[in-house]
Each structure stands twice: as structure tokens, then as C-alpha cells.
């Protein structure tokens, strides 16, 4: 079955930058729509940017344009997210998401495959 493992989380003040890693098992990150979600405790998962190869397209979360930005390595290994300019309300577990196809639906029922997150956390 398709794992996917989230890294580089971590701690950090208030205008820190960090990026996150995902790589996945049972298949590769080229075949499939990739994003990246957060949640906090009592909110529901929430969209946050995502990547089509096959699209060539992004998309990213209003709150984070600007100052994230989502890309793989050259092989189309591993998917990141780059932080910048974190803010406190940034804090959250981050999770990176797969799916089959190309789509422009940003739900977290569209995505097939997931990780088991990454805490981040940036202090004021």
C-alpha cells in the first residue's frame, strides 16, 4: 500500500523559515497530485498547497501565498514545502497527501493517500 512519510518539522520563532519533506513507498510521488494539509487540535484539516506534474500546475491556500512554496527534486522523489516568514498561526501538524489525478478540488476527501504529519510549531 502507498505510504507517505513527512519530515523536517520542528521548532522555531516567528519569521523563521523551515521545509518540510515528504517521500512516499509502494509508489512514487510522479504518478500522482501531490499536496500538502494542517490541522490544529478542534479544527478540521485544511488545505494548504498542492502540485500536479502532469498539470504542470500549483495552487496555494490564500494564507500562505507568499510565503510557502511547494516543489520536488529533479527525479520527482520527494515533495517539499517550503516555509518562510512563518507566522504563530502556522503552528500546526502538517500532512502531505496523494492522489491519481489531476484536479483543481482542494477537499480532503479528494486525496487518495496520506502521511502521518509533522509538528511545526513557531513561537512568538
Known amino acids: 500500500q502507498v505510504r507517505l512519510v513527512e519530515t523536517g518539522g520542528g521548532f522555531v520563532q516567528a519569521g523563521a523559515s523551515l521545509r518540510l519533506a515528504c517521500t512516499p513507498s509502494?509508489?512514487?510521488?510522479?504518478?500522482?497530485?501531490v499536496g500538502w494539509f494542517r490541522q490544529t487540535p478542534g479544527k478540521e484539516r485544511e488545505f494548504v498547497a498542492h502540485?500536479?506534474?502532469?498539470?504542470?500546475?500549483?495552487d496555494y491556500a490564500d494564507f500562505v501565498k507568499g510565503r510557502f512554496t511547494i516543489s520536488t527534486d529533479n527525479a520527482k522523489s520527494t515533495l517539499y514545502l517550503q516555509m518562510n516568514s512563518l507566522k504563530p498561526e502556522d503552528t500546526a501538524v502538517y500532512f502531505c497527501?496523494?492522489?491519481?489525478?489531476?484536479?483543481?478540488?482542494?477537499?480532503?476527501?479528494?486525496?487518495?493517500?496520506w502521511g502521518h504529519g509533522t509538528q511545526v510549531t513557531v513561537s512568538s
Open positions: 509502494g509508489r512514487t510521488i510522479s504518478d500522482d497530485d
Open positions: 497527501a496523494g492522489r491519481r489525478a489531476y484536479s483543481t478540488d482542494i477537499s480532503v476527501d479528494s486525496y487518495d493517500f
Open positions: 502540485l500536479s506534474w502532469s498539470a504542470g500546475l500549483t
